[in-house]
T-cell receptor
């Protein structure tokens, strides 16, 4: 019930292509869905986040698509660049719970080939 | 303008020893959060502290683990009598204001301490 399932585990995309990472959840009380980017040897950094009252949020080359009825959300990276190579984590939070109590997905290791 | 500083970056301990992990929050931040990350997994919340107070320790094991954030100095995560299963990356994050259910402010993460137990 409290899990966030992330796929794929790893992804290789050509430079300039679109990278798509998917997450699914069961708990309908989740009300906040952030994505984090983590480079090797570094801590995670917030990339983009969405709340369930919108179906899409775009920031530069990064877009979150949210499907409330399917309980799925995804990260799209347009025009993927080698510098985007990192591990990406989706996460979710229960309504009324503080933002430090996120439920994290297992991560997707993204490699962008030049 | 230093970010969240964690040290040591790598720590090796033998089973039964103690591990002390330190975290200095960003300047002006008085809220500190500790997380554990196992290989190929996401982060799991352990404990939330303000200066001299533990606010939420619901994610921290009751045995062998403790945390503090004194009035002066860094926050410390202490693991006594370490076991192989404690091997993980431990991340600290800080925020200027408390992270609430509707908070829009981010938490800033340090680069972690990789703890290896021999």
């Amino acid at each position: 019930q409290q899990q966030v399932k992330q796929s794929p585990q790893s992804l290789i995309v050509q430079k300039g292509g679109i990278s798509i990472i998917n997450c699914a959840y069961e708990n309908t009380a989740f009300d906040y869905f952030p994505w984090y980017q983590q480079f090797p040897g570094k801590g995670p950094a917030l990339l983009i986040a969405i709340r369930p009252d919108v179906s899409e949020k775009k920031e530069g080359r990064f877009t979150i698509s949210f499907n409330k009825s399917a309980k799925q959300f995804s990260l799209h990276i347009m025009d993927s660049q080698p510098g985007d190579s990192a591990t990406y984590f989706c996460a979710a939070k229960d309504k009324g719970v503080s933002n430090y109590q996120l439920i994290w997905g297992a991560g997707t290791k993204l490699i962008i080939k030049p | 303008n230093a970010g969240v500083m964690q040290n040591p970056r790598h720590l090796v301990r033998r089973r039964g020893q103690e591990a002390r992990l330190r975290c200095s929050p960003m300047k002006g931040h008085s809220h500190v959060y500790w997380y554990r990350q196992l290989p190929e997994e996401g982060l799991k919340f352990m404990v939330y502290l303000q200066k001299e107070n533990i606010i939420d320790e619901s994610g921290m094991p009751k045995e062998r683990f403790s945390a503090e954030f004194p009035k002066e100095g860094p926050s410390i995560l202490r693991i006594q009598q370490v076991v192989r299963g404690d091997s993980a990356a431990y991340f600290c994050a800080s925020s200027q204001l408390p992270l609430t259910a509707y908070s829009n402010q981010p938490q800033h993460f340090g680069d972690g301490t990789r703890l290896s137990i021999l």
